[in-house]
Structure formats: C-alpha cells, structure tokens
C-alpha cells in the first residue's frame, strides 16, 4: 500500500467492539469491510448487562482465589464454576489465572484497565447521542448491595483500587439502599453507591445503530464464516465461504471474541484465551423493579432495567465453546432475583448464555500483533466489552491509521 492510498481493513468480528472498530476507522477515511457470520450484535453483545462501569479496575483473578478453585469445580452454583471434565482443556489457562492473582500481577493489572477505561462513560452517552438513540443510555450509578460487613469485607481490596484510581463512592445504610432501589430485600443492609456510573439499555440495539451509522457512511458488512486469516502480498486474506473470501486487505483486526484464538494459533499467535460463559435471566417486564443497575454483590448478580425487562445476568462458567448451555445456571439466577425484589412473581421470563473472551488476568489484548504486519488484536475483554469498546476502537484506529504501531497492549502473548 502506497503512502497516500486508502488502507484496506477487514474487521473479523461484529460484536460491539469489532463494530465500534469498523466504525472508528470508516469515520476516519479507511476502506472498511466488518465479517462476522451473524448480523452485528447478535453474540455475546447481545445478552450483557449494559453496565459501563470504568470503577471495574479489580480483575477477576484476586489474592486467594486458589482457595476458590475447589468450589469452582464442585458448586454447580458457584458464581465462578468449572465442571470437573473440563479441568483438562481449562489446566494451562487456570494456572496463569491462578498466578494472576498474586498481589503484584493484581496491581498491575488495575492499573492497564484503569487506563483502557479512562472516559468511557462520557464517550458513549457522546456515541448514543451521534447514532440518534439518546434514549438507550442512563447515567444513574450502580448500586452495589452486601448483606453484613464480613460480605463488605470480602471485596475490601476491590473498594481500595477504586478508591485509588479517584472514583467516588458513597457508603449508604438501609435507609439508603431504600431510598434509591425500594423493592430490594430486607437482607441487604449496606450499598456502596457509584453515582457517576451508567447503563446501556439495550446493548443489542446500541450495537444495530453502529452498524447501521458504519453502512450507511460506506462500510460494509458480510455475513459469512471465517476459518482462517492468510498472507497476502504484505496484507491479508479470508478464508472461508461467501463474498469475502480470498478478497485482499491491507490490515486484519481480529475481533472475533471467544473465537479469536482459533483465527490466530494458525499463525503462531498464542492467546491465553478462554470463554467466561455468561448466562441471563430475563422477565419480559417489570422493568421498574430496579430504576438503575443494581449489583448483588455477595451473589456477583447484575440486576438491570432494560427496554424489553428486567435482565439479571451474572456467572462466569469455563467450560469451552461447544457445551450446551446449562439451564441451570439461568434457573439460579431466576431464584436469586426473586428472593431479593419484590414483583417479579409470576413473571415469565426467557434465558440467554453467551461466550465473553477472558485473558487469565482481565486485561484485553489491543494492538499489533508482533511478526506480523498488518495484522491487529482487539479481543480478551471479558466482561468488559461494553464498558471498553469505544477506547479499544480508538486505540486501533490510532495506532494503524498513525505512523506507529504499537504491539498490543494487555497480557503477555505466549510464544509458539
């Protein structure tokens, strides 16, 4: 590609980050085509919680967790489960979790996602307000709840870090708690407020509206299945079936989630990658029992008032890419709900589960890919992808449309 040409950028993946990707350079004059064998939304995008919560800085592998790891295993209702026939697949990827959560790795795990978080919150009620659906985003905090103090204490280290990076949180009693959420149960006497917080109501429709904003800028999207990226005379090609196939590229983002790591262990780029299986609840209705995203923390539950409902979401289950979904899980989350909120009797509901991209130590992978030119990495964001999807698409933007390149940021790669 000459100096003045217009770079030619295949984006492999139209969740909500590879979207915001496409977006993000399209808007900045690349020749921009978004891949993904389902419309743009409709993964892991479309079943999250819609928290944009950049206080999120604690990764989800924290000291003592090796105490956790029998109950992963053995608790099909753990909020962190492992079934025991997975152990073997999950054995490498567990013990660099396991390491993660030592004291140092922690700390400087924070600090990556503090920075990748930085300015979310503004950024998309700024990106809502751009696509013309204003009404999808709601700045009214997150509520975090705990039933006692040795619940409290349990997430002390969690609380610190944010404290540190300068988010504001309030302490609230009961009284508190009632003021703001008053259909949450009695149990819950202590709420840890995070007023500067924000919600996305209907993150599936939030992603539809970038797309459609991309297309009709002259991006286009292909739906088709990609089985492998190629070398192509300095750029890249995809192979697969459809109408992008063996079409030459410039640059390739891989932004393909849970299914990042098949497109590039063929190139002898080796991600720790592993799929935090997510699961939700959602009554269809009695949206007003929660009038903002409320966390049962002690549960690691995510109550949220979406369009559509009532969406309670959580869980994190390691068990690969090609088991069914376990009902169960959902079904726990439906109990859970309606033993803590007053009107969800009755209500009928329908369950989702979907797969979250996870580096053993939170921290997403953005950036070039090293030893190979042109090709770009914006997966492993966990439960995050919401919350970090407009700053990893700057970031891309930057760093391909700029004159440097930087390798990518986040966990280490592993070496083949």
């Known amino acids: ?15 909500i980050v590879g979207t915001s990707i496409a977006h993000a350079l399209r808007k900045r004059g690349a020749d921009v085509t978004l891949v993904d064998r389902d419309e743009p939304g409709s993964g892991c995008s479309f079943g999250n919680s819609g928290a944009i919560s950049p206080g999120s800085v604690a990764p989800l592998a924290m000291p003592g967790v090796l105490a956790s790891v029998p109950s992963m295993m053995l608790d099909d209702e753990s909020p962190l489960y492992l079934p025991l026939r997975y152990l073997p697949r999950a054995l490498p990827w567990l013990l ?6 030592r004291p140092k ?8 996602l503090a920075a990748i978080h930085a300015g979310a919150i ?5 990106m809502t307000r751009e696509l013309g659906v204003p009404e999808l985003f709601l700045r009214r905090g997150h509520l975090h ?19 540190e990076y300068g988010f504001q949180v309030e302490r609230l009693d009961r009284g508190g708690i009632e003021t703001l959420e008053p259909r949450v149960a009695e149990r819950y006497r202590i709420g840890m407020y995070m007023g500067d917080h924000a919600t996305i109501l209907n993150p599936f429709r939030y992603v539809q509206a970038m797309a459609r904003a991309f297309a009709a800028a002259g991006g286009r999207i292909v739906r088709t299945s990609v089985d492998r990226l190629e070398p192509l ?7 697969g079936t459809g109408e992008a196939d063996g079409h030459a590229f410039d640059h390739a983002v891989v932004a393909a989630g849970a299914w990042s790591r098949s497109l590039l262990s063929p190139l002898g780029v080796h991600l720790s ?14 949206r007003d029992v929660v009038s903002r995203t409320v966390v049962l923390a002690d549960k690691k539950v995510f109550v949220t008032p979406m369009e559509e409902g009532l969406r309670v979401g959580g869980t994190v289950e390691i068990a690969g890419l090609s088991a069914p979904p376990d009902e169960r899980r959902a079904a726990v989350l439906g109990r859970i709900a309606r033993e803590n909120f007053r009107g969800l009797e009755n209500v009928p509901t329908r369950t989702w589960m979907g797969h979250r991209p996870c580096m053993p130590d939170s921290v997403p992978v953005i950036g070039a890919a090293p030893r190979h030119a042109g090709l770009w990495l914006a997966t492993g964001h966990g439960h995050l992808g919401l919350t970090d999807s407009l700053n990893t698409a700057q970031r891309i933007a930057d760093a391909l449309l700029g004159a440097r390149a930087p390798l990518a ?5 592993a070496r083949a």
């Open 1 to 15: 590609m000459s100096a003045n040409a217009t770079p030619r950028v295949v984006v492999v993946g139209a969740g």
């Open 96 to 101: 660099q979790f396991v390491a993660s959560a």
């Open 105 to 112: 790795a922690v700390e400087a795990a924070a600090a990556k």
């Open 122 to 126: 503004d950024a998309h009620e700024a």
């Open 145 to 163: 709840l705990y039933p006692d103090e040795a619940a409290l204490g349990k997430d002390a280290t969690g609380w610190r870090m944010r404290k």
């Open 233 to 239: 005379g300095g750029g890249w090609s995809l192979r």
């Open 273 to 286: 990658l592993e799929s935090q299986r997510g699961y939700h609840l959602q009554f269809q209705g009695a």
């Open 409 to 413: 940021a986040g966990a280490e790669l």
